[in-house]
């Protein structure tokens, strides 16, 4: 669609305006090729018609849609010119308070003019780590950025912040700077970091100043280099500083202020520290007060001087160098004030009894003599002589301050340097970002060197920044795909040649410099003749002392006066003399020359821009701006071997005012720093881009049905793309990207609005007629209602008569009788089934206690057996215990497990015959519903005869009817004859009576015939047969009324035929006959009339009579009575007929409905019974399967037990019941081989042994030979034991082929047979302990000499471990360092580690070995921390290490001794407290590392939550229909939302807390620590996800904020689920749904804004201001808020006091506590499993 094809009515355009730059207007008429007007409609009402050229249009830029202004990136407007540009700043600085916005590269930054919470360190750590388009514009997306590429293309970085004085370009710098100081911590112990940030104040105080447009200008131009190594860390930084403003040392304008630094020193005057330099008010020196103004508002000179000395010192500059730096400032003060009198004929001169200038030779160790001799006179050196001539008092003072600035000029490069030196940190530099602060484009009044120069240097930054756009440009095509066609963009190569090339404006200054002669007027002049044919120098008409220059950004006419001397810079070689002969070395090196030998030195040593004076021959000294554009041209090379990122200031008043916004100010600089240019560039070619999602998401409502079932989304916006635009050349298809050219997003939007509009009217049109209907509906309603009531009391008022009142007064009577006597059989009925249901019910009682009588009986003599059998076994055991430990404990286990089946054998029969019982009831119960059944059926029998006779009476009513009919029409026939005979005209009428007649009989007759059918159809066809008796009740009606009608018209006929007779009467005076006709006719008529009547008195009386047979007994008297027509002296009115019918259809209908409900009920209570027959049925099959196979297996287990213990083969069946899983019975086989083998060995070692004692120490004892033979018995009979063992085993193979069946039976058991398992491996552990036992035993044959060390332990200590004080270290190894979590052991009892320790710290207790405890809880304390460091990213071992750890904790504190701690603990457990040691401190050392692990295990789920938080609660869309997406502009997106490859949505979030819930719980942690860890992790999702949409503007729709609460709704239901509502985690979430209410809420009047006040709690102003501010319409229905309701909301909110930060801290964390849980474990009943390989642990 071509662009001037959008030019029609409604849309709006943007005209040129004095005042506003540019203003809105409305085209209300259509614009067509070939008119020569625009009529527009202006915002205020007035109306314009704007002139077009027919030949030429040349129209006003559109308006882009209200739906894509204030977006994030000036590029993804459709229509992109200045006005757009313009308006879109205004929208997003004014109404939403936004100072950032992004134009494709470029950061433009709107000075705010006040503070803003949207740089803290928490704003930092948000932008770390995103994507520049993730997040809103900021100064720190762009340093991330810049951060970023550095990082993953290895390639250095520069940002380049420029703008005009008071843009806030140094703002931006420094923030910028402390972004990178943040991020990227130095890993030195000198804190670079912070040392680069410390440079700002410094830098500041001696470089800043006070202009008319900020008070806070940088006068001089900074980059900075900061240096980063190959992981990325800050190691130094170094700055280089361009064209310092050395004339404000000297001169300022009004209102105007030196450099900071002296009125900082002024405001210390009179401090002692300060004395010997004699400093005075600022007002008193002249360099100080030259511009009136001294002090800054809100600016503190005493609080920044302290604060820049303490700069100095932590950049490591000592106080001797401050010391000296402060005496140079206070110096060239002091020579400022120094006065230079007049003493006539060009001759000056200056006192030597000036104070001033004893000061400032004091301070510097000069001369004053040689100081005002060389001031006031010049030395000439001739050929043959040197003169010395007197200047005149004004070359006097010049030479004055060309001194005091080439000072301060040494002082500030001096400082640099010290500063460079200072952030220079050992180490190689890998890559640096280089920051760019410098000057923006400049044009004032007055217009000298320093502004031609900063004008030249954004010459050349401009000429880089359209390079590199249209290489970004470029490159985006190819990597599309798309065809490439060159773009025309401004180049100022010319403006720089002119100022740059041979014979340019530098180098012809540079060539008057060197004449000594030489002026600004004649280097002027040689101006004019080179360069007047050049287009871009012009010469002013009204100056001859100016030149213009036409830069990129603005003509700029500068004054020549002052050129050549600021470019010579002279400084009389004098002078120098004097300055190097001082005896101060700071300053006297000042002016020393630079030894050639030091360019060569090693280190890099990168000096400021401006190289030092050489005192040389004046002729080969270097010039100013010579000097500047090498320095300028070094900057350039180094900015293009980096890659650029652009920061554009914008200053948007020259008043300061906060939020105030000159659009003529504003768009001036939009011209001068480049952004238009980018935006022209852009839009040349296809400036709108979207990706093939957005589109998609964006544009879904113009695709049809067929293109939107497409799959490939990517062809179907292909498909909609051709369909809606024609013209292919409007847009074009990248790899991933659609490209459109200017306004093709508008027209998009157009047609998508239009869609939408017209959905709207069709959605109102249906709402607004379904209203009107429901309104007109009720109307109609009413209206009938009211008729009825009045027809109804009209109707009483006739039909109330005594005779009337008789007999509804007798109706009353045999009502009351009739249902007295219907309730008194309702009764009996109800009496007779209680007490049936009473006597089967106590019966059924009876019974049951009976059989429970039985069964107890049963059970006792069972029990006695039992308990016999179980004595025997007992007595059994016991012998078998004395014979071998081993197999007795095997025998108790089996002793055991038989109980346990006895007991669910026991618990089965008792199943069994419950179950039996309740099958006898039911059956008991089927029998008396199946007798109910029958007594129901042969009532519904009865029914139906009663209703067969009904009918049949009915068809002989019907009959009667029928012959009384036949007799009226005979009557009729008869009474036409004779009005045939009578009269002619009334014959006609008679006949139309006739035919009536005829007709009402052939109705009557296909009644009668329906009737008759009706009565034939069968019971299963009554449903159809009432439908068509309702049909033809309704064509009876029809038939009454055409009847009724007919009637009528008879009637109109006789009056008609009466009045025709009196007209006869007046013309016939005579006729008799015709009298007596007429006579004989009304006798008819009457006796017509009483025979009808009579007829109606008997329908009525039969349909009565009727009805009552049909409904008697199922309807109530109040309802027959309602449907039997009562008597009224009316009986013969037409209407008799159809109220009978009526009458009769509703009996119909009523016993259809009867009889269809009772069958229905029949049917259920039948289908219900079958049901309930079959579920007994199988209940009772499976119950007695059960029972069989449970008698089998019973009979299977008691076989068993009585072989085995025939057998004595215990163990081996204990063996075969773990054996039978085939890994674990491998497992045991291995186990007993390798235990055999090791026995074998361990006996042969200790023979071995007792070998070689018994030969050594025979004479002596000889008691050793008496128990090594006890050994030898000893070891015999283990061997006996093993082979037995062996023997067993092999018997246990053989027996394994034979009972397949017990072990089918018996694999069921195996989860609980796993504690079985351990406490096998436990007993063949025992075997090793035996071996032990041996040896150390032997060892106290040998010591028996000495004195047990340590005493027996009582053996009613129990739940204790003891231990060696050498096997600490295996204890600590095995129990925690080697431990895992996922073990056998730990997934039976998870805590067991934590009881194994304190069972061994009780130990150590009950020894009263206070080394050996302290050593062990010492140990303790260090494996955990090891564990911790070790696994400190496993989540696992944390969760395991914490629950072991709190556990331990609350042993400690429970058997502590403590009141406090026994409340809960049972006798034992208070006898098993600790006796002689008090260990508190441990404990408090316990719980500080419990908060250890805790908070390293929240840091663990938290980093693993984080990446799924915004994706999954922000960004993913769960409310399916409901899309917030929007275009995005130059800066992609590259969040999940468009990322196919990983996904991240509330079900993640909820899976990951899933995880971490399920873990938690495993690791047996307590409830109360699990939920202090969820309403951490739910604090950062609130947190997190709140954070972002302060920052991000795309996230403040009202459609986000129904995506965000329904993700709320599903954390909620996560907690209910998991029973987790008690852990303040929903709390935790307010400020998160108090922001998604605040974005759906209205946002219009008074009300709401109070609205907001109130409910809005948990947020405090600012960011309910933030939100308001960024709340963004996703269409064009949503209002965007006005600025007045957000002042109306502030206004509330100023009552309520709160917070002013705007984001949330994440890494806040919640105060956790550890409450005491008691553990009813006993002590004494764990046992230490095997597979812990803890043998050398002993339990006491």
């Known amino acids: 669609m071509a662009l001037s094809e959008l030019y029609t009515k409604y849309n709006r355009v943007w005209i040129p305006d004095e005042e506003q730059v540019w203003k809105s207007a409305e085209i209300t008429k259509d614009f067509h090729s070939g008119d020569k007007a625009l009529e527009l409609l202006l915002e205020d009402g007035t109306v314009r018609l704007l002139p077009v050229d027919p030949s030429k249009p040349k129209l006003p830029p559109l308006r882009n849609p209200d739906i894509l202004v204030g977006e994030n990136d000036l590029t993804a407007l459709s229509y992109l010119h200045e006005p757009a540009?313009?308006?879109?700043?205004?929208?997003?600085?004014?109404?939403?308070?936004?100072?950032?916005?992004?134009?494709?590269?470029?950061?433009?930054?709107?000075?705010?003019?006040?503070?803003?919470?949207?740089?803290?360190?928490?704003?930092?750590?948000?932008?770390?780590?995103?994507?520049?388009?993730?997040?809103?514009?900021?100064?720190?997306?762009?340093?991330?950025?810049?951060?970023?590429?550095?990082?993953?293309?290895?390639?250095?970085?520069?940002?380049?912040?420029?703008?005009?004085?008071?843009?806030?370009?140094?703002?931006?710098?420094?923030?910028?700077?402390?972004?990178?100081?943040?991020?990227?911590?130095?890993?030195?112990?000198?804190?670079?970091?912070?040392?680069?940030?410390?440079?700002?104040?410094?830098?500041?105080?001696?470089?800043?100043?006070?202009?008319?447009?900020?008070?806070?200008?940088?006068?001089?131009?900074?980059?900075?280099?900061?240096?980063?190594?190959?992981?990325?860390?800050?190691?130094?930084?170094?700055?280089?500083?361009?064209?310092?403003?050395?004339?404000?040392?000297?001169?300022?304008?009004?209102?105007?202020?030196?450099?900071?630094?002296?009125?900082?020193?002024?405001?210390?005057?009179?401090?002692?520290?300060?004395?010997?330099?004699?400093?005075?008010?600022?007002?008193?020196?002249?360099?100080?007060?030259?511009?009136?103004?001294?002090?800054?508002?809100?600016?503190?000179?005493?609080?920044?001087?302290?604060?820049?000395?303490?700069?100095?010192?932590?950049?490591?500059?000592?106080?001797?160098?401050?010391?000296?730096?402060?005496?140079?400032?206070?110096?060239?003060?002091?020579?400022?004030?120094?006065?230079?009198?007049?003493?006539?004929?060009?001759?000056?001169?200056?006192?030597?009894?000036?104070?001033?200038?004893?000061?400032?030779?004091?301070?510097?160790?000069?001369?004053?003599?040689?100081?005002?001799?060389?001031?006031?006179?010049?030395?000439?050196?001739?050929?043959?002589?040197?003169?010395?001539?007197?200047?005149?008092?004004?070359?006097?003072?010049?030479?004055?301050?060309?001194?005091?600035?080439?000072?301060?000029?040494?002082?500030?490069?001096?400082?640099?340097?010290?500063?460079?030196?200072?952030?220079?940190?050992?180490?190689?530099?890998?890559?640096?970002?280089?920051?760019?602060?410098?000057?923006?484009?400049?044009?004032?009044?007055?217009?000298?060197?320093?502004?031609?120069?900063?004008?030249?240097?954004?010459?050349?930054?401009?000429?880089?920044?359209?390079?590199?756009?249209?290489?970004?440009?470029?490159?985006?095509?190819?990597?599309?795909?798309?065809?490439?066609?060159?773009?025309?963009?401004?180049?100022?190569?010319?403006?720089?040649?002119?100022?740059?090339?041979?014979?340019?404006?530098?180098?012809?200054?540079?060539?008057?410099?060197?004449?000594?002669?030489?002026?600004?007027?004649?280097?002027?002049?040689?101006?004019?003749?080179?360069?007047?044919?050049?287009?871009?120098?012009?010469?002013?008409?009204?100056?001859?002392?100016?030149?213009?220059?036409?830069?990129?950004?603005?003509?700029?006419?500068?004054?020549?006066?002052?050129?050549?001397?600021?470019?010579?810079?002279?400084?009389?070689?004098?002078?120098?003399?004097?300055?190097?002969?001082?005896?101060?070395?700071?300053?006297?090196?000042?002016?020393?020359?630079?030894?050639?030998?030091?360019?060569?030195?090693?280190?890099?040593?990168?000096?400021?821009?401006?190289?030092?004076?050489?005192?040389?021959?004046?002729q080969l000294r270097t010039s100013v701006g010579d000097k500047f554009r090498s320095s300028l041209s070094l900057l350039m090379e180094t900015l293009n071997a980096t890659t650029p990122h652009y920061v554009r200031c914008i200053k948007p008043n020259d008043e300061k005012l906060p939020f105030e916004y000159d659009s003529g100010r504003v768009v001036q600089q939009l011209r001068a720093c480049g952004v238009l240019e980018t935006i022209r560039i852009s839009a040349q070619s296809y400036p709108s881009r979207w990706t093939y999602i957005e589109f998609y998401s964006r544009y879904s409502i113009l695709m049809s049905h067929e293109e939107a079932d497409l799959n490939d989304k990517k062809q179907t916006c292909k498909n909609v793309l051709q369909r809606l635009i024609q013209d292919s050349n409007q847009y074009k298809f990248g790899r991933t990207k659609i490209f459109f050219r200017a306004g093709q997003v508008a027209y998009l939007e157009k047609l998508r609005l239009d869609r939408l509009r017209g959905a709207c009217v069709t959605i109102q049109k249906h709402v607004r007629g379904w209203s009107r209907r429901r309104k007109y509906l009720r109307i109609r309603e009413?209206?009938?209602?009211?008729?009825?009531?009045?027809?109804?009391?009209?109707?009483?008022?006739?039909?109330?008569?005594?005779?009337?009142?008789?007999?509804?007064?007798?109706?009353?009577?045999?009502?009351?009788?009739?249902?007295?006597?219907?309730?008194?059989?309702?009764?009996?009925?109800?009496?007779?089934?209680?007490?049936?249901?009473?006597?089967?019910?106590?019966?059924?009682?009876?019974?049951?206690?009976?059989?429970?009588?039985?069964?107890?009986?049963?059970?006792?003599?069972?029990?006695?057996?039992?308990?016999?059998?179980?004595?025997?076994?007992?007595?059994?055991?016991?012998?078998?215990?004395?014979?071998?430990?081993?197999?007795?404990?095997?025998?108790?286990?089996?002793?055991?497990?038989?109980?346990?089946?006895?007991?669910?054998?026991?618990?089965?029969?008792?199943?069994?015959?419950?179950?039996?019982?309740?099958?006898?009831?039911?059956?008991?119960?089927?029998?008396?519903?199946?007798?109910?059944?029958?007594?129901?059926?042969?009532?519904?029998?009865?029914?139906?005869?009663?209703?067969?006779?009904?009918?049949?009476?009915?068809?002989?009513?019907?009959?009667?009817?029928?012959?009384?009919?036949?007799?009226?029409?005979?009557?009729?026939?008869?009474?036409?004859?004779?009005?045939?005979?009578?009269?002619?005209?009334?014959?006609?009428?008679?006949?139309?009576?006739?035919?009536?007649?005829?007709?009402?009989?052939?109705?009557?007759?296909?009644?009668?015939?329906?009737?008759?059918?009706?009565?034939?159809?069968?019971?299963?066809?009554?449903?159809?047969?009432?439908?068509?008796?309702?049909?033809?009740?309704?064509?009876?009606?029809?038939?009454?009324?055409?009847?009724?009608?007919?009637?009528?018209?008879?009637?109109?006929?006789?009056?008609?035929?009466?009045?025709?007779?009196?007209?006869l009467t007046k013309h016939v005076k005579v006729i008799p006959e015709l009298r007596r006709d007429l006579n004989n006719l009304q006798n008819q008529k009457d006796n017509l009339d009483r025979k009808m009547k009579e007829q109606s008195e008997q329908t009525r009386a039969k349909t009565k009579e009727i009805i009552r047979q049909l409904l008697a007994g199922f309807v109530e008297e109040e309802k027959l009575l309602g449907l039997v027509p009562e008597d009224s002296e009316e009986i013969y009115e037409l209407d008799d007929l159809q109220e009978a019918f009526e009458s009769l259809q509703e009996a119909t209908r009523l016993l259809e409905n009867h009889q269809k409900e009772q069958r229905e009920t029949y049917e259920s209570q039948m289908e219900g019974l079958t049901l309930r027959v079959n579920h007994l049925q199988n209940e009772n099959s499976k119950l007695q399967n059960l029972f069989q196979e449970k008698s089998n297996i019973n009979q299977d287990i008691r076989q068993e037990v009585a072989r085995l213990s025939s057998e004595n083969s215990v163990i081996p069946e204990l063996k075969l019941q773990v054996s039978e899983l085939h890994r674990q019975k491998q497992e045991l086989e291995t186990v007993v081989k390798e235990q055999s083998s090791e026995l074998a060995e361990k006996n042969m070692e200790i023979s071995n042994i007792l070998h070689k004692k018994i030969t050594e120490e025979s004479s002596q004892r000889r008691h050793f030979e008496e128990k090594a033979n006890e050994l030898e018995e000893i070891r015999k009979e283990l061997r006996v034991k093993i082979e037995e063992l062996e023997e067993e085993n092999e018997h246990l193979k053989r027996q394994q082929l034979m009972e397949g069946e017990v072990k089918r039976k018996l694999r069921e058991e195996t989860s609980q047979l796993t504690a079985e398992n351990m406490d096998l491996e436990e007993q063949l552990d025992q075997k090793d302990r035996w071996i032990k036992k041996l040896r150390s035993q032997i060892k106290c044959l040998e010591m028996s000499h000495k004195a047990k060390q340590t005493p027996a332990l009582p053996k009613e200590y129990l739940g204790m471990l003891e231990y060696k004080r050498e096997d600490e270290a295996r204890l600590i190894q095995n129990i925690i360092t080697d431990l895992k979590p996922k073990g056998v052991v730990v997934n039976v009892i998870p805590t067991l580690p934590a009881f194994i320790l304190f069972m061994c710290v009780r130990h150590a207790d009950y020894l009263n070995d206070d080394n050996k405890l302290k050593s062990l809880m010492n140990g303790i304390i260090q494996g955990v921390k090891k564990v911790i460091v070790a696994h400190h990213k496993d989540f696992e071992s944390l969760s395991f290490w914490l629950s072991n750890t709190y556990q331990l904790l609350n042993c400690l504190k429970q058997y502590s001794g403590e009141e406090q701690f026994l409340k809960q603990s049972t006798a034992r457990q208070k006898k098993n407290c600790l006796q002689n040691y008090d260990l508190s401190e441990h404990r408090q050392i316990l719980s500080d590392l419990a908060i250890q692990i805790y908070h390293q295990l929240i840091s663990v789920m938290q980093k693993t939550l984080t990446p799924a938080i915004v994706p999954g609660m922000l960004e993913h869309e769960s409310l399916q229909g409901i899309s917030s997406m929007k275009p995005t502009g130059f800066r992609k997106r590259s969040s999940s939302l468009y990322n196919d490859s990983e996904t991240y949505t509330i079900s993640s979030i909820l899976q990951e807390l899933s995880v971490f819930y399920s873990a938690m719980s495993h690791h047996g942690m307590e409830q109360s620590l699990t939920k202090q860890a969820v309403k951490q992790l739910f604090f950062l999702i609130g947190a997190t996800a709140f954070n972002q949409i302060m920052l991000r503007k795309d996230m403040c729709s009202c459609r986000k904020g129904m995506q965000i609460r329904c993700n709320i709704s599903y954390l909620e239901e996560w907690l209910k689920e998991n029973k987790l509502q008690t852990c303040g985690a929903m709390d935790t979430l307010r400020p998160l749904a108090q922001a998604a209410w605040l974005l759906q809420v209205n946002k219009s009047t008074e009300e709401d804004a109070k609205e907001i006040a109130e409910k809005c709690t948990e947020l405090n102003p600012v960011q309910i201001v933030k939100i308001l501010n960024s709340y963004t319409p996703i269409d064009d229905f949503e209002k965007r808020v006005t600025s007045s309701f957000v002042r109306q909301v502030q206004s509330f909110l100023q009552e309520y006091e709160g917070a002013t930060q705007l984001m949330l801290d994440t890494d806040y964390r919640f105060q956790v506590t550890f409450p005491f849980c008691p553990s009813p474990t006993a002590l004494e009943s764990l046992q230490v499993p095997s597979s812990l390989h803890l043998d050398f642990l002993t339990r006491i």
């Open 85 to 618: 540009v313009l308006h879109n700043l205004r929208v997003r600085f004014v109404e939403s308070r936004i100072i950032y916005t992004y134009c494709g590269i470029i950061l433009v930054a709107v000075n705010p003019y006040k503070q803003l919470p949207v740089y803290g360190d928490a704003i930092i750590h948000a932008y770390s780590g995103q994507n520049m388009g993730d997040m809103d514009p900021h100064i720190f997306a762009v340093a991330e950025e810049a951060y970023k590429q550095m990082a993953r293309n290895h390639k250095n970085q520069s940002i380049i912040v420029s703008g005009e004085s008071g843009a806030g370009k140094t703002v931006s710098a420094r923030y910028a700077m402390r972004y990178f100081a943040v991020v990227s911590k130095s890993g030195s112990q000198t804190r670079v970091e912070d040392k680069v940030l410390a440079s700002n104040p410094i830098t500041e105080a001696i470089g800043n100043a006070k202009t008319t447009r900020n008070d806070n200008s940088s006068r001089f131009g900074k980059y900075t280099e900061i240096s980063f190594d190959r992981r990325y860390r800050i190691i130094g930084a170094n700055m280089r500083t361009y064209l310092l403003e050395k004339s404000r040392v000297v001169f300022q304008a009004e209102n105007e202020r030196n450099y900071h630094i002296f009125y900082q020193m002024c405001s210390c005057a009179d401090s002692a520290e300060f004395d010997h330099l004699r400093l005075l008010s600022a007002g008193e020196f002249r360099y100080t007060g030259l511009g009136g103004d001294i002090t800054i508002d809100g600016v503190n000179d005493k609080k920044d001087f302290e604060e820049t000395r303490q700069t100095f010192s932590l950049l490591g500059l000592k106080e001797d160098f401050q010391s000296d730096v402060f005496k140079v400032l206070a110096a060239i003060l002091h020579l400022g004030n120094v006065e230079i009198r007049s003493s006539g004929d060009d001759k000056s001169s200056a006192p030597l009894s000036d104070p001033h200038l004893a000061a400032f030779c004091d301070l510097l160790c000069v001369s004053a003599a040689e100081l005002v001799r060389w001031l006031c006179n010049r030395r000439i050196v001739l050929v043959a002589e040197t003169v010395v001539k007197p200047v005149p008092k004004e070359r006097a003072a010049a030479a004055r301050d060309a001194l005091a600035k080439q000072i301060y000029a040494h002082l500030f490069d001096c400082i640099i340097t010290r500063i460079n030196t200072a952030l220079q940190v050992p180490g190689k530099q890998h890559a640096f970002i280089g920051v760019l602060d410098i000057y923006g484009f400049e044009t004032f009044d007055i217009n000298s060197f320093e502004q031609f120069c900063i004008n030249y240097a954004n010459e050349k930054l401009q000429q880089q920044f359209n390079l590199h756009v249209f290489k970004l440009e470029q490159e985006e095509y190819m990597k599309e795909d798309i065809p490439w066609t060159l773009i025309d963009f401004y180049d100022n190569q010319p403006v720089i040649d002119l100022i740059e090339a041979k014979m340019g404006i530098f180098d012809l200054l540079d060539e008057e410099c060197l004449f000594p002669q030489g002026t600004d007027q004649s280097w002027l002049q040689k101006l004019f003749n080179y360069l007047e044919a050049n287009p871009l120098f012009e010469k002013p008409r009204l100056s001859n002392e100016a030149f213009v220059i036409q830069h990129f950004a603005d003509k700029v006419e500068y004054q020549c006066r002052g050129f050549l001397d600021k470019n010579r810079d002279a400084l009389y070689e004098e002078l120098v003399d004097t300055m190097r002969a001082s005896k101060f070395p700071f300053l006297a090196h000042f002016f020393q020359e630079e030894e050639p030998s030091r360019a060569a030195s090693k280190g890099v040593r990168v000096k400021s821009a401006r190289p030092s004076v050489k005192p040389a021959n004046k």
């Open 782 to 1063: 009413a209206a009938i209602i009211l008729q009825q009531y009045i027809r109804g009391t009209r109707t009483i008022r006739k039909t109330v008569t005594a005779e009337t009142l008789k007999q509804g007064w007798a109706a009353v009577v045999i009502q009351r009788h009739w249902r007295g006597y219907r309730m008194r059989q309702i009764y009996h009925v109800v009496q007779m089934a209680s007490i049936t249901i009473q006597a089967f019910t106590r019966g059924w009682m009876a019974r049951k206690r009976y059989r429970k009588m039985i069964e107890e009986r049963k059970a006792l003599v069972l029990q006695k057996y039992a308990k016999a059998w179980l004595a025997r076994r007992r007595f059994q055991t016991m012998r078998r215990l004395v014979l071998n430990v081993q197999l007795s404990y095997r025998v108790q286990q089996l002793r055991k497990k038989t109980e346990e089946q006895n007991k669910e054998n026991r618990g089965l029969m008792e199943r069994l015959t419950s179950l039996a019982s309740s099958h006898s009831q039911t059956m008991e119960k089927l029998h008396s519903q199946e007798a109910q059944l029958e007594k129901l059926t042969n009532l519904k029998a009865s029914l139906e005869e009663r209703e067969k006779k009904a009918r049949e009476e009915a068809s002989m009513t019907i009959n009667q009817l029928q012959r009384q009919f036949e007799e009226l029409n005979t009557e009729k026939q008869n009474l036409e004859k004779k009005l045939e005979v009578s009269i002619k005209e009334t014959k006609e009428s008679f006949d139309q009576v006739k035919r009536s007649l005829l007709e009402e009989k052939e109705n009557e007759v296909r009644l009668r015939k329906i009737a008759e059918n009706n009565t034939e159809i069968q019971r299963h066809d009554h449903e159809k047969e009432l439908e068509t008796l309702k049909e033809e009740i309704k064509r009876l009606k029809e038939d009454r009324v055409s009847l009724q009608r007919k009637v009528e018209d008879g009637a109109q006929v006789n009056s008609d035929l009466q009045e025709q007779v009196i007209r």
